[in-house]
């Protein structure tokens, strides 16, 4: 069992920068791939970016390559989302999810979800 809790959302001007942080509980953390993914009012779930257990490789939304990095500190059970030069297209709710082994971008192959994080970026 994992227990995921995000932080870090809050309102930015466009252009503006936030980080996202998701804290995992359990000490098996590093066994989990681990997915942000994002939900705008009345659109279905959208993959952002995930991360493979060790770090090693990480993929991207076309939406945001380039302007998001997603990072994991395996000792702090903790997972990033640095998020640059935001648009207001970016404003959602952003989750943070864990599965095991290996990353995925469809939200239905995750088993862990974190209760989100507001993000809004005004224009």
């Known amino acids: 069992q994992v227990q995921l809790v995000e932080s870090g959302g809050g309102l930015v001007q466009a252009g503006g920068s936030l980080r996202l942080s998701c804290a995992a509980s359990g000490r098996t953390f590093s066994l989990y791939a681990m997915g942000w993914f994002r939900q705008a009012p009345g659109k279905e779930r959208q993959f952002v970016a995930g991360i493979a257990r060790s770090d090693s490789a990480s993929i991207y939304a076309d939406s945001v390559k380039g302007r998001f990095t997603i990072s994991r500190d395996n000792a702090k059970n903790t997972v990033y989302l640095q998020m640059n030069s935001l648009k207001p297209e970016d404003t959602a709710v952003y989750y943070c999810?864990?599965?095991?082994?290996?990353?995925?971008?469809?939200?239905?192959?995750?088993?862990?979800w974190g209760q989100g994080t507001q993000v809004t970026v005004s224009s």
């Open positions: 999810a864990a599965r095991l082994f290996s990353t995925r971008i469809n939200h239905d192959e995750y088993d862990y």
